[in-house]
């Protein structure tokens, strides 16, 4: 079977308010870059943009049907257009399901968010809660990484410094990504003296408001070939929720994200993920699912990742770096967690990094996430080769 391909990315600098544009400057920002890049128009000749695969979120959009603004930026009136409302990684995950399933030749991705625009972020994720039995009692994605970081702590013995740690790292990376918005480094001491916010989730442990949006356009193998000279190739892919009810969930652990892991990891052909990756992307919302997702996916035994962190192993130059985008903790909506992950793959596997760069980068590994503790996972493989 042929490979899907990504030929193009583009992303907006993520920013804490984007006061200055609207959903559809943000979006034409992207999109346009991205048809630059390749010279596609949609659907005017043989080979164009055919399809498109938009990701958003009628909550933060402030409006039901929150694509239906986009769908001419991306083509939508020209041809399909489908809507994922999760991490934009599925939105990746669909477009290359569109292209190997021969429905579609090249398809563009096009996710937004403005985290701004929302009177409270929580007050959005309260909403995501059952009616009935959980927003009764305030539920929502912080208090539930709350509840999770202090089961994962108590179970396996890591420490909120070591979580910090991680924090410190992320951040260092990101003062070397013009696109990410915290470039200013922390210290453990930073992190650790910053104010509780849910015990035991300091400040500096939780992801800042984002505003952002990333463009990407996925074809075949043969096509990829045509359009650019550096293709990056999605090996696997695998995807797997939790139950909805957390209370269902043992919560020091994330079993969706080692079922995920598994398949993508089987899809891609990678037998030793450990000595095989080149690098890995998590999006990781709270500093403790840094240390929780390494362990999930097999990359460091369990109850280990916080001293593997403390280690330098996981920084820049290190066996295994994490986040050298600055990842989550340093700024990116919740929609685009995933997908900014794959995008920073992607420069990574170019060879476009600049200061970040990861030497000699083959192979590498973005996974997202959706709903309170982490319910949902989808992880991707991405290779150079």
């Keep these: 079977m042929t490979r899907a391909a990504i030929v193009a990315m583009a992303q907006t600098r993520f920013e804490p308010r984007k006061g200055n544009e609207r959903v559809q400057e943000m979006v034409w920002e992207v999109v346009s870059e991205v048809r630059e890049k390749t010279g596609l128009g949609i659907r005017q000749k043989p080979g164009d943009i055919d399809t498109a695969v938009t990701c958003s979120d009628d909550f933060f959009d402030a409006r039901t049907i929150s694509n239906a603004c986009i769908g001419d930026l991306v083509g939508g009136h020209f041809g399909a257009e489908e809507k994922v409302a999760m991490d934009g990684l599925n939105a990746l995950f669909y477009a290359a399901a569109c292209v190997l399933s021969g429905h579609s030749k090249v398809t563009i991705v096009a996710a937004h968010c403005k985290e701004s625009q929302a009177v409270s972020r929580n007050m959005i994720t309260y909403a995501a809660s059952d009616p009935i039995f959980q927003r009764g009692v305030g539920l929502d994605y912080l208090s539930a990484a709350g509840l999770q970081m202090s089961a994962y702590l108590h179970r396996t013995g890591a420490t909120e410094k070591q979580c910090a740690a991680a924090v410190a790292r992320d951040r260092r990376h990101a003062a070397k990504n ?84 598994r398949r993508c990891f089987r899809r891609a052909g990678i037998k030793d993920p450990r000595h095989e990756l080149d690098l890995v992307e998590l999006a990781a919302q709270y500093s403790y699912q840094e240390l929780l997702f390494l362990e999930a996916l097999g990359l460091v035994d369990d109850g280990h990742a916080g001293r593997l962190i403390e280690s330098g192993a996981t920084d820049l130059g290190g066996k295994l770096p994490v986040n050298v985008s600055g990842g989550m903790l340093a700024g990116n909506p919740i929609m685009l967690g995933g997908l900014a992950r794959a995008a920073e793959c992607f420069l990574q596997l170019r060879g476009e990094a600049g200061e970040r760069q990861v030497p000699g980068a083959k192979l590498a590994l973005a996974q997202g996430a959706t709903g309170p503790a982490a319910q949902h996972h989808i992880v991707m493989a991405l290779s150079a080769e």
Excluded: H, W
């Design 178 to 261: 013009p696109k990410a918005q915290a470039q200013s480094p922390v210290s453990v001491a930073d992190v650790m003296a910053s104010p509780y916010v849910c015990d035991p989730l300091k400040e500096l442990d939780v992801y800042p408001v984002s505003d952002g949006a990333i463009a990407m356009i996925v074809t075949t193998e043969d096509r990829a070939k045509e359009l650019t000279d550096k293709p990056v190739f999605i090996l696997g892919a695998g995807s797997c929720y939790n139950d909805y009810y957390i209370g269902d969930r043992d919560l020091s652990r994330d079993l969706a994200l080692s079922a995920a892991g």
